[in-house]
């Protein structure tokens, strides 16, 4: 059971010191309130960081902050073309935004990763605004407010971003590296889960709150045209367990045409096939990490799986196998802090080349295999909606041994997650709204309609 006597030291209030202020009205939250360390750009509010915050006020009834995130996070989306086209793409949503005052004038200024360290591309900011648009209807049931114009403008500019035709043959989304959560280079560029697991549920969100008029007819169409074919490419093209593993070792290279087996060209010599098959449970399975021509990418992303089952992209005998996966190889994903954000890290010659040597995704540290508490709420969400609790209460009681007395750091190190962060911060807003949401979630189980799908 979960010990609610733990010495938890007010996390409330330092969630509540995190929030930022428009106009004398609270905004959103700043990343990180650590004294000790620059702020770099940890005083602003990042648009996937307010998630879990966002849904822990929803739970609590403080819906006003959320909305007027909503409302004012839309105008920042870029609505026109550009000419030049030196400018972001239209639909496009900031990483992060912070509030300027001049005099008595306030405005909001935003990054679209145009300050960002190594100029990455958000490409998540506007999948996550749909997944927290459509959270903030559930709860409120203001439907009125997804459907006014500004609102669907807002929905089917983000739509046409992602639905235009490109240099692309697959129904999934091709971004840079460092699109995401991960946003440094870590050779994720190209189909990443984790981008197609949010884009998947974006779809979904969008299909419940685009309204049906001749306005929204074409991109309700293609919306429409779009899920089947994304499902099924990630479902099937993605998905590593034991009997896909015995196919792919046994994949035959050069296939030509229409319907070959080996679809994408993998050479079985690229992929782990000998540490897999010891390390997949009988019972477990996962989806990979990244697709493209002779690459699989077999890490174990956890946002991905995990959004993957919040927004059932996945059936429910794979929800279940990537549960069990967890559970089996608990030391592996957990270990001491619920959890890695990838699995297993880069070493040697691969981080050189895909991280570009960067020293602070060095093995098992960092993006790069480090354990971040923040996963915590998705893992007790998805637990929780296949009937796992068990895991969810482990988890959430890893997490309260260590956090408090940590001082709600941003991230892990070490191939258990048992050292604190090298270069984390402390008091990082995203670890105490999402150990709060976690436990939120447990005595509020109804709220998980808000955050996935059947
Ligand atoms: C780091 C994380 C990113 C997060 C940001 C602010 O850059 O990788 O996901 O949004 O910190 O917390």
Redesign the pocket.
């Known amino acids: 059971m979960v010990n609610s006597d733990s010495p938890i030291k007010d996390p409330w209030q330092i969630l509540e010191e995190s929030i930022i202020y428009y106009y004398d009205r609270p905004l959103g939250t700043v990343?990180?309130c650590d004294p000790n360390t620059a702020p770099l750009?940890?005083d602003?509010c990042?648009i996937?960081?307010f998630v879990p915050a966002a849904l822990v006020f929803l739970i609590k009834g403080k819906t006003d902050i959320v909305r007027y995130f909503l409302v004012h996070t839309l105008k920042l989306q870029i609505k026109e073309r550009q000419l030049d086209f030196l400018e972001p793409g239209r639909g496009l949503m900031p990483?992060?935004f912070k509030v300027i005052h001049e005099e008595r004038e306030q405005y909001l200024k935003a990054d679209f990763g145009d300050h960002?360290?190594g100029r990455v591309t958000p490409v998540d900011s506007c999948l996550w605004w749909m997944f927290l648009l459509r959270a903030y209807v559930k709860a409120t049931e203001e439907y009125s407010l997804a459907h006014t114009p500004e609102m669907q403008k807002g929905i089917r500019l983000i739509m046409e971003l992602c639905l235009s035709a490109r240099f692309d043959m697959y129904p999934t989304l091709l971004v840079p590296d460092g699109a995401?959560?991960?946003?440094?280079r870590m050779g994720i560029n190209g189909h990443p889960l984790e981008i197609q697991a949010l884009f998947y549920n974006a779809l979904r969100c969008a299909q419940e709150l685009l309204l049906d008029n001749p306005e929204n007819e074409k991109i309700n169409q293609a919306l429409n045209n779009r899920l089947t074919p994304l499902g099924v490419h990630l479902r099937h093209h993605y998905w590593l367990d034991l009997e896909r593993l015995n196919i792919i070792y046994r994949y035959k290279g050069e296939e030509y045409g229409e319907n070959v087996l080996n679809q994408f060209n993998i050479y079985s010599d690229s992929i782990p096939y000998a540490d897999l098959s010891e390390w997949l449970p009988a019972n477990g399975g996962y989806l990979v990490g990244n697709l493209g021509p002779s690459q699989l990418d077999c890490r174990f992303f956890s946002l991905g799986n995990l959004v993957a089952i919040l927004s059932a992209l996945v059936t429910q005998k794979q929800a279940e196998a990537i549960l069990n996966t967890i559970e089996k190889k608990w030391n592996d994903l957990i270990g001491f802090m619920p959890m890695k954000i990838c699995f297993p890290a880069l070493k040697d010659r691969d981080w050189q080349l895909l991280t570009g040597c960067d020293p602070k995704n060095r093995p098992w540290s960092?993006?790069n295999g480090g354990n971040w508490p923040v996963l915590l709420w998705l893992l007790v969400a998805a637990s929780l909606k296949h009937n796992r609790p068990e895991i969810a209460e482990k988890a959430i009681e890893i997490a309260a041994q260590r956090l408090p007395q940590d001082e709600w750091t941003?991230y892990y190190d070490g191939k258990n997650g048992r050292l604190v962060g090298k270069e984390a911060?402390k008091y990082?807003?995203?670890t105490i709204a999402g150990f709060l949401l976690a436990r939120e979630l447990m005595d509020n189980s109804q709220c998980l309609s808000w955050i996935s799908h059947n």
């Open positions: 990343a990180a750009n940890y602003q990042f996937r960081d990483a992060s960002a360290i995401c959560m991960i946003d440094r960092y993006h941003e911060r990082q807003t995203w």
